[in-house]
């Protein structure tokens, strides 16, 4: 099955400047990389995602990036803000999965003031 | 959110009870996830259910059960066989279980201490 691995697992920053998140994942046939954002308590909510037609998306200061011969993709902050802190999860998807989504272990972002 | 609710947010148990979780939506979503949320594990599938009346196991489904009797309802049972039950337990949803569009929805988590 897919495993989809995720790195840094904590990441701190200072206001303005940008952050990287970077996940790996195993299956060839994976096609669709979303992007999940989760502030404390609260379930994830998707922030961007990417499928595998797309090397580059961007929206306002995220942007995602996709390498699909090293099976790799990567989020980018730019200009980060206090309310950016939370913890982020890749996930990656096989259409003929039933299970749809695998996720990567998270990164927790800390935007320091 | 929007469309999902998990209830109760809290929940306590005591050692060797089984408790029962709710996840309701009414996005008419096809497809409907259990995940388990420990401290630095990311989320791991205990279950998944494509239609109704049809579910199955995931990654961690031991001590754990499901029904789908209702397209709209997916609620989680933590049964006295799961060791370690203290975690947060989110529930999503997919729009159709085959196809382009593989989204998954959350719901707002209910978070379950054995006491």
């Known amino acids: 099955g897919e495993n989809v691995e995720q790195h840094p697992s904590t990441l701190s920053v200072q206001e303005g400047d940008s952050a990287v998140i970077k996940c790996t994942y195993s299956d060839s046939a994976s096609n669709y990389f979303p992007w999940y954002k989760q502030e404390l308590g609260k379930g994830p909510q998707l922030i961007i995602d990417?499928?595998?037609?797309?090397g580059e998306k961007k929206d306002q200061r995220i942007a995602v990036t996709l390498n699909k011969t090293a099976k790799h993709f990567s989020l980018h902050i730019t200009e980060t803000q206090p309310e950016d802190s939370a913890v982020y999860f890749c996930?990656?998807?096989?259409?003929?999965?039933?299970?749809?989504?695998?996720f990567g272990s998270g990164t927790q972002l800390t935007v320091l003031p | 959110d929007g469309g999902i609710t998990q209830s109760p947010k809290y929940l306590f148990r005591k050692e060797g009870q089984n408790v029962t979780l709710s996840c309701e939506q009414n996005l008419n979503h096809d497809a409907m996830y259990w995940y388990r949320q420990d401290p630095g594990q990311g989320l791991r599938l205990i279950y998944y259910s494509q239609i109704v009346n049809d579910f199955q196991k995931g990654d961690i489904a031991e001590g754990y059960s499901v029904s789908r009797e209702k397209k709209e309802s997916f609620p989680l049972t933590v049964t006295s066989a799961q060791k370690n039950p203290t975690a947060f337990y989110l529930c999503?949803?997919?729009?159709?279980?085959?196809?382009?569009?593989?989204?998954?929805?959350f719901g707002p988590g209910t978070r379950l201490t054995v006491l």
């Open positions: 996930a990656a998807s096989n259409p003929g999965s039933a299970r749809q989504l695998t």
């Open positions: 990417i499928r595998s037609n797309v």
């Open positions: 999503a949803t997919t729009p159709r279980t085959s196809g382009v569009h593989n989204e998954q929805f």
